[in-house]
């Protein structure tokens, strides 16, 4: 019970931790404030489960092999591996929902099918390698020092989140796509406010804006902009 609940919380602290590289990268990136995710709060789960895959599969290795930078290259190239096919899964997973790729690799070098790409891959293993050796000894001591019954209680304050947040999340991911690939049924005010209600993934996700794009009255992106606008607008003249 004690594993699980530091594994647990491991998970929701890489995935803390994840939503704030990701956002600053994408946010530089752009040069504006993107909340990046899937979930409403500050987290990126894809970044839990590639921490705990890396945790667990990083210490098999080193009690298997004694030599230090044997163990260590292993684990570098088994981040980058396992770390690329949760990427992949995840890409290939929302494709399949969407008809539309949510991020697209395919004009970087050496891409497999736009999920994935070597560049970010051994991105991957440069990640593992600096949460192996630095990062996680730091959090590992900090989780084992917090007492037994304070971790069981916010594990299940933060389980009973991630669980709401989730079935929230997957409930609006489809109810956008009906939107989306149903939008004859909804009058142009209504599918107005469906697009400004998920703006948040749009902004997270810029190629989800191609779709509905050069249709009348339902381009995502020229619903977002006019959006904008407006807000400038008025903002505009409350200053004058």
Not at 98 to 118: M, P, Q, R, T, V
Request: with cysteine; net charge positive.
């Amino acid at each position: 019970m004690i594993e699980f609940t530091n594994l647990f919380l491991y998970f929701v602290i890489y995935s803390f931790l994840g939503w704030v590289l990701e956002t600053a990268f994408v946010s530089i990136k752009e040069r504006k404030l993107i909340n990046r995710g899937f979930l409403t709060a500050c987290f990126c789960p894809i970044y839990g489960f590639a921490a705990i895959l890396i945790i667990k599969f990083s210490s098999l290795i080193t009690m298997n092999m004694k030599n230090y930078y044997l163990s260590t290259f292993v684990s570098i190239l088994l981040s980058i591996i396992l770390v690329s096919a949760l990427e992949y899964l995840t890409g290939f997973v929302l494709e399949l929902i969407f008809n539309c790729k949510w991020w697209d690799y395919s004009d970087n070098f050496a891409n497999l099918h736009g999920y994935i790409c070597l560049k970010y891959s051994l991105l991957w293993g440069l990640l593992g390698f600096i949460l192996i050796q630095v990062i996680h000894p730091l959090i590992l001591q900090e989780v084992i020092n917090i007492p037994v019954q304070i971790k069981l209680y916010y594990s299940l304050i933060l389980i009973s989140y991630f669980i709401m947040d989730t079935i929230k999340s997957i409930i609006d991911a489809l109810d956008l796509k009906k939107v989306i690939f149903n939008y004859s049924n909804f009058t142009i005010n209504k599918y107005y406010q469906k697009i400004l209600k998920y703006q948040r993934i749009f902004r997270a996700y810029p190629r989800l804006m191609i779709l509905n794009a050069g249709i009348i009255n339902r381009d995502i992106r020229s619903i977002l902009n006019d959006r904008i606008d407006k807000i400038k607008m008025e903002l505009k003249n409350r200053l004058q």
